[in-house]
């Protein structure tokens, strides 16, 4: 079974702060994402990997930035929390392009007061 | 108008019922189709692939309708372990990027 982990469950941060998220999957899977899911608006790309050190904008890249060193590691950077960040985070991987099928963690409940 | 829409119900049904869900998308190039659910507090999990001719895994039948633009998934049997949220999941283009509906959630009752 794919495993996609993510390191916090929950996170109590506060406005300013510098927050990482991290999440890392144990496939060897090449592309990498991150979402967050709201309330009435559902899942939103927030930045995609497709490599290692390779990087790409979703569709609400603002105020976050991402980082991939590791193949199986991809993390998510608040450099400066706001409290419209406040939202369930959710990495997922897939083995490639050619196989659209993603895999999610259990995501983590950010709270930004 | 939103690239994936989707009734957000919710759909209460009792054990046994056959219950549908639509799906509609804005982009005529889609070139793949899911259905995920979602259990509440619980992160999306793949259900079943759409193919263009219509697929069927045990209880649930999923279609697509290229001409309408629209994708639909019955459940047949309902048990109370399919009380979930569905989302509408499409691939618009070569990035492979998918694009997520806002879910319909089902309530399945004794």
């Known amino acids: 079974d794919v495993k996609v982990t993510q390191s916090s469950r929950y996170l109590v941060k506060r406005t300013g702060e510098k927050v990482f998220l991290e999440c890392v999957q144990d496939?060897?899977?090449?592309?990498m994402f991150w979402y967050r899911q709201d309330p009435g608006l559902g899942l939103r790309l927030i930045y995609f990997?497709?490599?290692?050190?390779?990087?790409e904008k979703g569709d609400i890249p603002e105020g976050y930035s991402v980082s991939r060193e590791k193949k199986e590691r991809f993390s998510l950077i608040l450099e400066s929390a706001s409290t419209n960040q406040t939202s369930m985070y959710l990495c997922?991987?897939?083995?490639?392009?050619?196989?659209?099928?993603?895999?999610f963690g259990a995501g983590t409940r950010l709270s930004v007061l | 108008r939103k690239e994936v829409e989707q009734d957000p119900g919710p759909f209460n049904v009792p054990e046994g019922a056959t219950v549908a869900f639509n799906c509609t998308y804005s982009?005529?190039?889609?070139?793949?189709f899911f259905w995920y659910r979602q259990d509440c507090r619980k992160e999306p999990k793949l259900l079943m692939s759409?193919?263009?001719s219509g697929n069927e895994d045990g209880r649930f039948t999923a279609q697509l309708n290229r001409a309408s633009q629209y994708i639909s998934l019955l459940i047949r049997d309902s048990k109370l372990s399919d009380s979930a949220t569905y989302l509408c999941?499409?691939?618009?283009?070569?990035?492979?990027?998918?694009?997520f509906g806002t879910g319909t959630r089902l309530q399945v009752t004794l």
């Open positions: 997922a991987s897939r083995e490639s392009l050619a196989k659209n099928i993603q895999y």
């Open positions: 496939m060897d899977h090449e592309n």
């Open positions: 990997s497709y490599d290692v050190k390779m990087k």
């Open positions: 982009n005529s190039a889609s070139q793949s």
């Open positions: 759409v193919y263009s």
């Open positions: 999941v499409v691939n618009f283009g070569t990035a492979s990027k998918l694009t």
